[in-house]
């Protein structure tokens, strides 16, 4: 898929372009529950590798639980981007 690809060139830009395609009207109904979630866990995979900390723990605020439900492998990407940043105290508040 494309965002597949977004990922293997960890083009976070490319991506952007894509999530904002996607949420444009109802394009969002052409995938199922489990495509969704799928893509959303890339997704945040994604940012978590690429973008800085803040915009990683807005997006999971805003979008967990509501638009996706994170994997374990997202839990682990979110964990490994709060060490990188040095922000273990925030935790607790994502937990």
């Known amino acids: 898929t494309a965002l597949l690809q977004c990922c293997d060139l960890k ?3 490319l991506a952007y372009q894509l ?5 444009k009207g109802d394009n969002w ?11 959303w ?5 994604l940012l978590c590798m690429m973008e800085q900390i803040e915009v990683v723990l807005k997006w999971y605020k805003e979008k967990s639980s509501s638009l996706f ?3 374990p492998k997202n839990i682990l990407d979110l964990l490994q981007a709060l060490d990188a940043a040095n922000q273990l105290e925030v935790i607790p508040s994502v937990w």
């Open 19 to 23: 999530n904002k395609a996607l949420e």
């Open 11 to 13: 083009d976070i830009k």
């Open 41 to 45: 866990s890339k997704f945040f995979s």
């Open 29 to 39: 109904k052409f995938l199922d529950v489990d495509r969704l979630n799928g893509y």
């Open 69 to 71: 439900y994170p994997i």
